[in-house]
Nanobody, 123 residues
């Protein structure tokens, strides 16, 4: 599966952005979809994951209550709605896909990655 992330940009603190990740190739609904982010000089951080049907969702502690992950299997797309953005949310955001739900916060468990989209939150 090939992944293409989009929707990043520059936003003021307190603002919102919606990221999209479009998938092509193999059956989208057979993949668990995750979002990760990486700030300069830091390790890749787990943001959120959604199961094949969307019935199971988990978030990283730093984004709980502010970010919402969703998917539309008919459109082969996963979304990340980001609200109440903070300067510390500044990072390159990546979408990722894997056939399994296990160890969902570990980026090494994901087989497919998008190219990343930059999110910059100004104070």
């Amino acid at each position: 599966v090939q992944l293409q992330a989009s929707g990043g940009g520059l936003v003021q603190a307190g603002g919102s952005l919606r990221l999209s990740c479009a998938a092509t190739g193999r059956t989208f609904s057979s993949y668990v979809m995750g979002w990760f982010r990486q700030a300069p000089g830091k390790e890749r951080e787990f943001v959120a994951v959604i199961s094949w049907s969307g019935s199971t969702i988990y978030y990283g502690d730093s984004v709980k209550g502010r970010f919402t992950i969703s998917r539309d299997n008919a459109k082969n797309t996963v979304y990340l709605e980001m609200n109440s953005l903070k300067p510390e949310d500044t990072a390159v955001y990546y979408c990722a896909a894997d056939a399994r739900m296990s160890d969902r916060g570990n980026p090494t468990r994901y087989d497919y990655w998008g190219q990343g989209t930059q999110v910059t939150v100004s104070s």
